[in-house]
């Protein structure tokens, strides 16, 4: 099992910056690729951006690319998405999650374990 915890959600203007964490225990943290999902209400879980197990590797949805980062520091078991230029639409709760596949993966089927979400609210 993976306890996931993800912080640093809150409310923030459009333009503005926020940065979220995700902490994780229980099994070895960098034997899984890691991912953040998102979802707004009334729409599906939509995939935002995943990293690989190492940190080498990352991918992000079209809609986030050049304004969300995603990180991690395995020695902290922890992944990060930093995100910036918010727009109001990237309101949504976002969720953090762990993949023990060697690849990154953008389909939520794949992950194993969740969060329970942090929810990030941007006004206009």
């Known amino acids: 099992q993976v306890q996931l915890v993800e912080s640093g959600g809150g409310l923030v203007q459009a333009g503005g910056s926020l940065s979220l964490s995700c902490a994780a225990s229980g099994r070895t943290f960098s034997n899984y690729a890691m991912g953040w999902f998102r979802q707004a209400p009334g729409k599906e879980r939509e995939f935002v951006a995943a990293?690989?197990?190492?940190?080498?590797?990352?991918y992000y949805a079209n809609s986030v690319k050049g304004r969300f980062t995603i990180s991690r520091d395995n020695a902290k078991n922890t992944v990060y998405l930093q995100m910036n230029s918010l727009k109001p639409e990237d309101m949504a709760v976002y969720y953090c999650a762990a993949d023990q596949s060697v690849v990154v993966r953008t389909t939520s089927y794949y992950y194993d374990y969740w969060g329970q979400g942090t929810q990030v609210t941007v006004s206009s």
């Open positions: 990293i690989s197990r190492s940190g080498g590797y990352t």
